[in-house]
């Protein structure tokens, strides 16, 4: 399972609500291989049901698919928004993560 915080459904929602193309949409979130701590988080909208395979999670109307090689990595996390001094964007509160880099878009196992 993973979370949604409160924030990252408003902003999830905001950012539907301001572009076309995501109005009726899911948020997908992956894994893939990258960065500079060896795998990245990836975010997309999809107008696409849910794969058959797929994890989906859902808070206050907003739905999340993940797929499950990316849901090994991702069990348990939280996804969060920050809006804050240290820079805008989403968070991943990852505990499969050992180690992380400097701007918190790559991680290792």
Not at 55 to 75: M, N, Q
Request: glycine share 12%; aromatic share 10%; proline share 5%.
């Amino acid at each position: 399972m993973i979370q949604i915080s409160e924030k990252a459904v408003k902003e999830i929602k905001r950012i539907q609500s301001s572009d076309p193309t995501a109005s009726n949409s899911s948020l997908r979130v992956m894994v893939t291989g990258g960065g500079c701590s060896g795998m990245s988080y990836k975010l997309g909208f999809e107008n696409e049901p849910a794969k058959p395979t797929d994890k989906v999670f859902e808070r206050d109307g907003v739905k999340v698919y993940i797929d499950p090689k990316s849901f090994l990595f991702l069990s348990g996390t939280e996804l969060d928004f920050s809006d804050g001094l240290n820079g805008t964007g989403f968070v991943f509160n990852n505990p499969n993560a050992k180690r992380t880099c400097g701007c918190g878009s790559s991680f290792s196992v």
